[in-house]
């Protein structure tokens, strides 16, 4: 009878299956950028922690949809390693049911806050809490988001009025019932004060906002919608265009939500935030080094 082995994980390695487990799936870029501020690595330790906990059995990589690229997802085994560290579940599981989908979605999430401590008092909730934890356990202020569950959930405490923003990201488009349902949703739960869209084309910006329009006497103005290929490009320096915020960056919109109060940031460098660079899908030793010039005009006014 063959002796059982037993798993032995450091608490940087549960960190990070914990971390998986909330976004589903991630590049090496993400979680080089999540952890490196607390674990100090070096330019390829991400890559190499990574593969120690592929060998180990806890993840593995995960080809998207069209075959173009590859990313890191939990396996059974590291789910049941880290299962008694969550919180009660309402649902089991862990997979992501698109990883293109999703994989944009932790970017654009997590942005320029992605480093752990850049956005303390900031709250990041997931699609996988959201769908997973039991009600019991998710705080009072996530209650309305159990009849529908954004991709992703900024969650400001610490605003006079407990200010919560939606992330929508829409790579097809729903169902005309659906759009129906989801306008009333957005309309009468008061406590959404925005919602960020990230779209393909511009003409969608308009087609869901009649959807809604149509489907509720009560309308709430609060649709902002960002082009894909410009946040692709541009990351939080891309430009709402359209919504009551329109003209607006994506950083700019967020920080306002997050002090109340308009304000104008820097904004990060086309190419070179954070949001662009993890979108960067390569699985193999990714550098996150700049040239010099880079790292001077990281930010600009």
């Keep these: 009878m063959s002796k059982k082995k037993y798993l032995s994980l450091s608490d940087d390695e549960r960190s990070i299956l914990q971390f998986l487990w909330r976004?589903?799936?991630?590049?090496?870029?993400?979680?080089?950028?999540?952890f490196?501020?607390?674990f100090?690595?070096?330019?390829?330790?991400?890559?190499?922690?990574l593969s120690k906990l592929k060998k180990k059995g806890c993840v593995d990589t995960r080809s998207d949809e069209s075959g173009n690229f590859r990313a890191w997802v939990l396996?059974?085994?590291?789910?049941?390693?880290?299962?008694?560290?969550?919180?009660?579940?309402?649902?089991?599981?862990?997979?992501?049911?698109?990883?293109?989908?999703?994989?944009?979605?932790?970017a654009i999430h997590y942005g320029e806050w992605i480093q752990k401590g850049s956005a303390p008092d900031v709250r990041f909730v997931t699609e996988q809490e959201l769908r997973r934890i039991?009600?019991?356990?998710?705080?009072?202020?996530?209650?309305?988001?159990?009849?529908?569950?954004?991709?992703?959930?900024?969650?400001?405490?610490?605003?006079?009025?407990?200010?919560?923003?939606?992330?929508?990201?829409?790579?097809?488009?729903?169902r005309s019932d659906d759009y129906k349902s989801l306008g009333a949703f957005y309309s009468e739960q008061e406590s959404i004060c925005s919602v960020l869209w990230i779209v393909q084309k511009r003409s969608q910006a308009s087609s869901i906002v009649n959807a809604f329009q149509a489907a509720t006497i009560t309308y709430r103005d609060i649709h902002n919608f960002v082009l894909?290929?410009?946040?692709?490009?541009?990351?939080?320096?891309?430009?709402?265009?359209?919504?009551?915020?329109?003209?607006?960056?994506?950083?700019?919109?967020?920080?306002?939500?997050?002090?109340c109060q308009p304000i104008a940031m820097p904004l990060p460098s086309p190419g070179y935030g954070y949001v662009e660079r993890m979108l960067n899908f390569q699985i193999k030793r990714f550098n996150s080094e700049t040239s010099a010039?880079?790292?001077?005009?990281?930010f600009r006014a």
Excluded: C
């Design 228 to 259: 894909l290929d410009d946040l692709k490009k541009s990351g939080w320096a891309s430009v709402i265009f359209f919504g009551p915020n329109v003209g607006m960056s994506i950083h700019n919109f967020l920080e306002n939500a997050r002090r």
């Design 36 to 38: 490196e501020p607390d």
């Design 75 to 106: 396996t059974a085994k590291g789910f049941k390693a880290i299962r008694q560290n969550l919180l009660a579940l309402k649902e089991e599981g862990f997979a992501s049911e698109s990883i293109t989908h999703d994989l944009h979605v932790t």
């Design 293 to 298: 010039s880079v790292k001077n005009s990281r």
């Design 134 to 174: 039991d009600s019991d356990d998710l705080p009072k202020w996530a209650t309305p988001l159990q009849s529908h569950k954004p991709d992703g959930v900024w969650y400001f405490p610490e605003t006079k009025a407990k200010t919560l923003v939606a992330l929508e990201l829409e790579l097809s488009r729903k």
């Design 40 to 49: 100090k690595w070096k330019t390829f330790t991400a890559y190499a922690r």
């Design 23 to 34: 976004v589903k799936v991630a590049s090496t870029s993400v979680i080089f950028f999540r």
